[in-house]
């Protein structure tokens, strides 16, 4: 049986089990997925608001709604998607923590299975 680690989810509800052999897989996925999120933020951030295109009330308005609702307010559809590079960058890095504690106890275990081979009692 592969030997696995349970991942916490950042609010605490879940957890992910995670085969040590699936590490370098999903921190490669995780990664990707955050690159491409880092470029669509920013496009969104560079090239998603608007002016109001007629010069007229309506225009105007339409504008700004346009704009609160893409890339200003609060829920907005940038900080939305903020909030996801944000999940995403937590997973990738309790996966680089899952992988480090792997790598301490594989030492820790080749280090003792060493010095018990080379003890008189050992081999």
């Known amino acids: 049986m592969p030997s696995s680690n ?25 990664d990707g997925a955050m690159s491409k999120l880092d470029q669509q933020i920013e496009l969104a951030m560079t090239g998603v608001r608007v002016s109001p295109w007629a010069g007229d009330p309506v225009s105007g308005n ?17 900080n939305v998607l903020r909030a996801y590079q944000q999940r995403l960058k937590s997973a990738s890095d309790a996966l680089e923590q899952v992988a480090r ?4 106890v594989e030492s820790n275990n080749s280090a003792a299975f060493g010095a018990q081979s080379n003890s008189p009692m050992g081999g």
């Not at 349970?6 to 995780?30: C, M, Y």
């Not at 504690?101 to 301490?104: D, G, K, L, M």
């Open 6 to 30: 349970r991942i916490p989810a950042p609010n605490g509800q879940a957890t992910l089990r995670v085969d040590r052999e699936s590490l370098p897989h999903l921190r490669k996925v995780f």
């Open 62 to 78: 339409a504008a700004t709604d346009f704009n609160n609702r893409s890339v200003d307010d609060g829920d907005s559809a940038l």
């Open 101 to 104: 504690e792997y790598r301490i």
